[in-house]
């Protein structure tokens, strides 16, 4: 069990066949301070690269895609009182939403840690 990361800095970890997603703690730091978060609804079905979740921060809104299909079975409903979570653990207890995936190939084209930390890299410069 390991985490995926997109491009647009959102990640993924697959626990069966549900997926836990939130942003990297890359994006919650160029972010700066989240002051709102805006999740989606259980039940939804939702398509790789949809808009999953609004994040709001001192500097800017910014929205949050999908990295994989499937339906939104659970939401981070703390995060509607607390956004400062996705400052304090991006990685963790800051997730905004688990979809039950519709297709686990939805995965193949994402980074592992080692490859999205060299992505990083390559932006520094």
């Known amino acids: 069990m390991s985490y995926k990361f997109t491009e647009d800095h959102e990640w993924v970890l697959l626990e069966g066949e549900v997926a836990t997603i939130g942003i990297s703690d890359y994006a919650q730091g160029q972010l700066g301070d989240v002051v709102y978060v805006e999740v989606p609804t259980i039940g939804d079905e939702i398509t790789k690269g949809d808009e999953l979740a609004v994040v709001e921060s001192v500097k800017a809104a910014s929205e949050v895609y999908s990295p994989v299909s499937g339906e939104i079975i659970d939401v981070n409903s703390e995060l509607e009182g607390a956004p400062t979570k996705v ?3 991006a990685m963790d207890s800051g997730w905004f939403a688990k979809i039950k995936v519709s297709n686990s190939s939805d995965l193949d084209d994402l980074m592992d840690e080692a490859a999205y930390k060299a992505f990083l890299q390559g ?3």
Do not use: T, V
Request: charged letters at 65%; proline letters at 0%.
């Open 87 to 89: 400052n304090e653990d």
């Open 123 to 125: 932006l520094d410069e």
